[in-house]
């Protein structure tokens, strides 16, 4: 391989066992909802959701769901009316049941009904507790939906309505601690914790700062402060997360469980991975006294543990560790073979075991995966594509060059019946294939691909973007193989190094390998004026990256 750019294999294949189970954040709303049809026509909700007003059309589920309503202890607060209240609640399990359901469109036009009646009554005058709780359930709504920009503009309604409120106003707290977690969802932190702030305030002075009721507040506060980069401020609250359950319900409670792996997530981020181990111990030991040690809950704590040992560098203890919980997910009662939870764990293996050279082991996961969800899944589902892009990247690594393209080219052939050829998903298979080309010698080819996969990607993710830096990382290195022009590729270079300033800072790694590479190409086209700024910036930060700077 050339030595213009060495990391085209490590940068592109050597990470490419890909992580794409996502678990879902906790704090998050996660409503869910049905349709009410009497016969065979749906019944038409036409709901007028304000103080004066508040009723939703179609029967009522018996099954209880989460309640709007709760959070702080009703015979503490002031009570909005009980009649309100039922409708209120009744609300909520309409939308979340329709969702639930599938029923999306049915849950839009009761949220959009009520929405509407609720800015006929601000528009008169009314911005009491009442229009703040409606608008409250309606922004729960559209969250789940995933209507954000409706959401950006319910909690813009429901500052202004708040700011006025006193902190007596029945509901308040509980209204505060779901608008915290919705600006927190947007990424909006700051005023996230203001809203966790106010609602922890409201909560001390009336249940004492010991109270369980403090928790979900609590626990808002340290995700916002997570997100935000503030870890040291996080950790604290998780500490009083888990010192105040502790205290409240023993050392042993289930309660522990949230804030626990919480914090073990959060100190594995601050790189304290021996902590975090303890965090996840405890869950472990939690678990296990109150489920059982062959509960599922046990598997996915000893994954959480694999992780921080990871982390700290005992791959062998991980790697055990992550046997265990597979083999205890598989045989756990109500988790099928295909389920995504034990999918995850079977790539993160899998993942562990390339890094530490067990590949073979590690393609055997991969195979497995694959044939698993060729069988539940089919071919058309756009999972299996990711998997066969698994193994065609360890083959990669394993520097089976063949029989990684001819996997890609699978995938490649399976995404072109399923999607756009403009669609951005198909680009990641597409750079894939370029690199797998570009080690096999097949440049021209490689080249057409990766020009193809910038196409596309400048125009869904913009010229300036991040994916698109990628592109034209292995573009250059093909292009300096071949022999295109060296004008053409310092081009490339200097956009690319726009591209990586903007995304990761003036003084990273990737800056520093950028600017070797032109101030190599300036030398090499005899650019002596221009190349000045370059070089001095490159022998400022050579120090700093003493280790990693290797000359052209």
């Known amino acids: 391989m050339s030595g213009l750019c060495p990391s085209i294999h490590s940068d592109l294949l050597q990470n490419g066992i890909i992580k794409f189970f996502i678990q879902p954040q906790k704090g998050k709303c996660n409503l869910k909802v049905h349709v009410v049809r009497n016969g065979t026509q749906c019944l038409v909700f036409r709901c007028y959701a304000t103080a004066k007003s508040l009723h939703v059309g179609g029967s009522t589920s018996e099954n209880q769901v989460s309640s709007v309503v709760g959070g702080s202890d009703k015979s503490k607060r002031k009570l909005l009316g009980k009649n309100f209240e039922m409708k209120l609640e009744e609300l909520f399990s309409e939308i979340k049941d329709m969702i639930k359901m599938g029923k999306k469109g049915d849950a839009l036009v009761l949220l959009e009904a009520n929405y509407e009646a609720v800015k006929e009554q601000m528009a008169a005058g009314d911005k009491t507790i009442q229009e703040a709780a409606i608008l409250d359930v309606i922004a729960l709504g559209y969250m789940a939906i995933g209507d954000f920009k409706m959401v950006e503009s319910i909690l813009n309604m429901l500052n202004e309505i708040v700011h006025d409120l ?106 304290k991975a021996e902590d975090a181990e303890n965090a996840f111990m405890r869950i472990i030991g939690i678990c296990t006294k109150l489920y059982g040690k062959d509960d599922q809950r046990v598997g996915l704590a000893m994954c959480s543990l694999a992780n921080a040992k990871c982390v700290k560098g005992d791959a062998d203890s991980a790697i055990k560790l992550y046997k265990t919980a597979l083999q205890l997910l598989e045989h756990s009662k109500g988790m099928n073979l295909d389920d995504s939870i034990l999918e995850k764990t079977r790539i993160d293996l899998a993942e562990l075991l390339h890094v530490v050279g067990r590949e073979e082991e590690g393609r055997e996961l991969l195979t497995e995966c694959l044939s698993i969800n060729k069988k539940y899944k089919g071919e058309e589902d756009p999972s299996f594509v990711t998997h066969i892009t698994n193994l065609a990247t360890s083959y990669s690594r394993s520097k089976n060059y063949v029989e990684a393209e001819r996997l890609l080219r699978y995938s490649l052939e399976i995404m072109k019946k399923t999607v756009r050829p403009d669609d951005p998903s198909i680009t990641f298979v597409m750079l894939q294939l370029a690199v797998t080309l570009y080690n096999m010698n097949q440049d021209e080819e490689a080249e057409q691909l990766a020009l193809e996969v910038l196409r596309v990607r400048e125009k869904a993710f913009g010229d300036t973007s991040l994916p698109v830096g990628e592109a034209l990382e292995c573009l250059i290195c093909i292009q300096k193989r071949i022999g295109r022009d060296d004008d053409e590729i310092l081009d490339l270079l200097k956009r690319n190094l726009m591209i990586q300033e903007k995304a990761f800072g003036d003084e990273s790694e990737q800056v520093v390998e950028t600017l070797k590479k032109i101030v190599f190409f300036m030398d090499k086209l005899g650019i002596k004026d221009h190349n000045l700024p370059f070089q001095r910036r490159l022998s400022l930060l050579r120090n700093k990256f003493k280790h990693q700077i290797q000359y052209y």
């Open 166 to 271: 006193g902190d007596d106003e029945p509901l308040l707290d509980s209204i505060l601690t779901h608008m915290g977690s919705m600006h927190s969802s947007l990424g909006w932190f700051e005023n996230s914790m203001l809203m966790y702030k106010r609602a922890l305030k409201i909560l001390e002075r009336s249940h004492g700062i010991n109270s369980t009721s403090l928790v979900m507040p609590l626990l808002g506060m340290g995700k916002a402060l997570g997100s935000s980069g503030r870890k040291t401020k996080a950790i604290d609250i998780y500490n009083r997360i888990i010192s105040l359950l502790e205290s409240n319900l023993g050392a042993e409670s289930k309660e522990l469980v949230v804030p626990l792996n919480a914090l073990g997530n959060l100190l594995i981020e601050a790189g």
